[in-house]
């Protein structure tokens, strides 16, 4: 017996005529010889209804003191969780109307097992003695995802859009031969299609280059997933719940470097506006002096990601620019405020309106001039450079958010990623 | 340590505001040396939602034909069991809020358990072991009415209502020294207050005499909750949830027979209107012809009440007169129209504008007269007897369904019941 996860997101589960679709997609990718499991998520908008009880009962907004996160996550991942039961339960009764045989199974029954960070719980065990020998009797078995139970009992959620790294989960314990995520999109792109038109759906892409896009913004898969699938070596495909079922729908198949045969050297062109770019000035130079720096920024919780350093006018002092994520721009500057004299910072500047453009590829490890080609792209475009970063396979640059799209396609250009 | 079981239906938790207001009412009750379980529905209107989505899916009305109750029910529960896991969450955050430690506690957590009767369950099991050392740390714990797992890890309810049956069932399994029903009603009344303003609340009721109130239609408790409080001597208060938290709420206290030291001779009058009188006439007079009507009319799973033999006027022929529910009198006369050449039975005729009164108490034990007051009192009222039937603690009468306030009231006042 083979075996394979299908997960199906909130706005395919969004009603009961859709989750009857859903239900005719599980039946047509129906074939002997292979056990089904189908991850779903809450229906859409119940999440946000739960997560709006909760908070009025003990949270923001009700009447008296918000309860802390110690005592509020808990009993927040009990109230929220019950909305992905519900999709199994309705699911189930789904498939079963159209003569499929199929079963919901919570978490506690399977079990699958998180760590007790409530409301933003790490998966650590998933186990398939039960549910593996139920799917390989041909019954499918609907699985609520985004949510598990810790070792001491008690419900997690694993935060917002943890579906998807459910379905990866319950793939690596099934030992699946692959994971389809069903979702509104029938693929991963070159880059966005509502900047470049011309974009092209991939046909694969790799964990590594996958695991960039997604940490750079492009919201078809969750980062988390992605290193998942990436440790656990299952292929994920993402295709679209929204093709007629039985009907060709190929989608974009994530798997290892290895199965890709012909390598781009760019193959897709991300960005992100979350970016925040602080700029300090006139640091003293000594030794120390960074690791002191991004140190109580770390304490502080705050994600910094390009970094640059340059000497500044004045003897023995320099400039250090970093970016962030938008959201934590102010506290970062209060962080470095609060250390000022210690530190001996003589300016701090905050630029909020840029962003973040990346080239994206494998290809990339034994090529040259990629970079130059980015460059004089850009430049050729009047668009000025702030701040670089390169990794093995990306190269991101920092410039004025105005020019976002124009750099998305002219970058698209630059790397022949234009559908003809 | 005592320990007390409190439970509060759908109207009680209908929005967070009423669950902040139970949340008052538990915190109050709080004493040292004593620990505090609270059962509790789902919110108002939220078991409807659920019940209307798994149809839509699986049932009637959705597209497609319904399941049959073996493939409907075990999904059904897991839809329907998460309106009362809502709850569970939201009254902890409450009671967290104003200080007071409290956790859900789900079934498979208990873990509480059932046979596998989806959808109308019967409690088969409460483990204490987890649950009770908890309560007795001061920790209040919300358990989730109307539902429980199987043996299986399945998840059951227990048919609508079945809140009322949890907490008494936890009750027992805990040892609590009482269990306390909230409702929207402050007592279990000598009669329906509707019907007779005169009507008093009762401090003290047998639990024969509730079950016999409870099973003629005034639907304070349900019956099978107070055959359990009956089997496990679990005293049980009906009181009411709207009464400020803190302030005097006495209700009416259910309990043996033995506590109560001024026995009524009439304790209270119940009615209900959901009967019909189905008369069979020219029925042939032979041994087991009555066992043939009513064991066909038991396999039917058609609930007799009253039955009435006579002679008709025929020779070697009887008429029989018998009550059931009004809802199930079709079903009834079917049954017999059916087999009516081999039972013999010349006329049927259905009669629904019928009602039953009832007196009941259980000085009536120990007391001649009491009928002879019930049928004075309804004939000075020009009120015909159709049908009779006693048992050691109660006499039904059925009457037109014209007279049944009439009926009440006057009987109200002839066992003195009127308040003062």
Redesign the interface.
Known sequence: MSRLVMKFGGTSVGD?ER??RVARIVAAARKPGQGLAVVVSAMAGETDR?VN??R????EG????P?PAR??D??????VS?GE??T???????L???GVPA??W?N??APIRSDAAHAKARLSSISEERLGPSIDQGVVAIVPGFQAITED???TTLGRGGSDTSAVALAAALKAERCDIYTDVDGVYTTDPRIVAKARRLEKISYEEMLEMASLGAKVLQTRSVELAFAHRVPVRVLSSFVEPGAPNPGTLVCGEDEIVEKQVVSGVAYSRDEAKVTLLGVEDHPGVAADIFGRLADANINVDMIVQSEARQEGRQNIVFTCPDRDAGRAAETIEAARGKIGVEEIHIRRDVAKVSVIGIGMKSQVGVARTMFAALAQKGINIEAIATSEIKISVLIDAAYTELAVRALHTAYELDAA
């Not at 808990?74 to 109230?79: G, K, L, P």
């Not at 199994?88 to 789904?94: E, R, S």
């Open positions: 009961v989750i009857a739960l009880l909760a009025a009962a003990g949270g009700g009447n008296g003191a309860l005592e509020f808990d009993e927040y991942d009990v109230i019950t039961q519900v199994t339960g309705l699911l189930a009764l789904a079963r109307r159209i079963r919901s919570q506690w029954q009992n008690r419900i």
